[in-house]
Every structure is written in C-alpha cells, then in structure tokens.
C-alpha cells in the first residue's frame, strides 16, 4: 500500500544505509563488479550528471556560486561541481552515501574546495544558494509527496533549480505495473514515475518555471533533467 505518513522515507533511508547502499555504490562507482543492467545504468547516469553540468556551466562560470546538491549519493555531482570552483554543500538522508561521498571527494579534490557534507533529509534543508540540484531522487516521492518536495527545493534557491526524475510516459507505466507483478530481489523500495506536466505544475504554484529540458534514455535508464527559474 501507498504510504502518506512517514513510512516511505524511512524505508528509503534504511535501504540507502544498507543493500540499496551496496547496489548503487557499485552502479555509481568504476569497479566490474556490475552486470549488463547495471553497467547500463551506469552509463545513463553518467549521461545525466553531464548534462546537468552542461545546463549549469553554460550560463557562465561555477566559481564562488553556492549550490546544493539534495541527495547527493556518492557524490556524482558534488565532487565535479567543487571541481569548478562551485561552494557546494551536498546532503543526502543516508549517512552511508554520505560517508562514501566524503571519502571520494577527499581523494579527488584539494581541501578548500571539499563540499560540505551533511547528513540531512531535504525537507530539513534550509537556507539559501544560489542553485539548488537535485538528481534521481523524485523517484523515491509518490507523487502526494512531490509538490512539496519540489515546493521545499525552490524555497531553497535564488536563481534556479535543476531537477531529474524518471518521466511517466504511458508506456514506462505499463513497464513499472508489469515490473511491480513480477519485483525482483532488487527491487527493495518502489519506485515512483512523475509526469513532466505534474513537475511543471509543482513548480509553476510556487512561481517557477522551466527554462531548460533535457532527457537521457539509455536501455535501462530514464531520466528527464529539467530547469527552472523564478517566473
Ligand atoms: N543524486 C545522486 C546522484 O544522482 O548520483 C544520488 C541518486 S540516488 C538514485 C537517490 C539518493 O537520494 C540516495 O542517495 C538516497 O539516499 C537519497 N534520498 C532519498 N530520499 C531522500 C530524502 N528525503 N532526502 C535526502 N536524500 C534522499
């Protein structure tokens, strides 16, 4: 059943501290230790980060601008963000991922420009950066829940909001119901598709609006990026 309390959250947050933490630190990490449909979604992912670094370096350079990065997982986009100079303050609601992030961005990146690491659920994110980033994490938000995630997210930032989930599309419906009939063993946490019009609306109520799209489908991966600005 579809959980409108706490439920879901702590249920994704005891599966990111522990399996869930094993499977994505491989799929998010460089090791052979993945099989076809994970390498896959390596690569999609991948293709997502990239593109999200594209849509925030072209309006001009990262250097001092402050951006958060809300789930942050291994740090896939924390790390090349501090890369560019950016003052990022990455989070995410398992302190696994967060651990597992930290030691990476202390291999790759000099001292002063270590994100600040944080264990923290989203909605008890506060302040405010110039950028806020948020990549596959939707996918844990029923929809009953998006709006105010998507509500907190924007509250949070001054000039845009840069946002990827995985797009419902009536067929990718039809694939998830079929997926849910026959859960495999990785299937530990449900995964929930949103549509790019409910997203829009999310963020047209709280006066934003998309500036950008973006989407990378690989065989197994599907994510549509999107930006947005004050309305
Ligand atoms: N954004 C990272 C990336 O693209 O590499 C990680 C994506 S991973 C599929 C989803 C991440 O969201 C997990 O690390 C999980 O712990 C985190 N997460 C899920 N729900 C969250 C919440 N309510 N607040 C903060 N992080 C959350």
Redesign the pocket.
Known sequence: AEEVGGGD?EV??E??NST?FER?RKI?GETDEVNRVQKDIRLG?AK??ENAMLMLTEEGSLAGVTVC?????????SIPLAKEGAIVSA????AA?VAEAEMKAKQQLPPENLPKFEV????SLSGKYNTV?????L???PQNKADG?IAHLASLAEKRVIL?FAPKTIYYDILKRIGELFPGPSKATRAYLHSEADVERALRKVGWKISKRGLTTTQFYFSRLIEAVPM
């Open positions: 959250k994704v947050r599966y990111f869930g994505w998010y992912h997502t980060v990065d809300a789930g942050c997982g291994t740090g896939s986009l989070s995410d609601i398992s991922m923290n659920d989203l909605e980033v948020c990549l596959d994490v996918i844990h938000y995630m990827s």
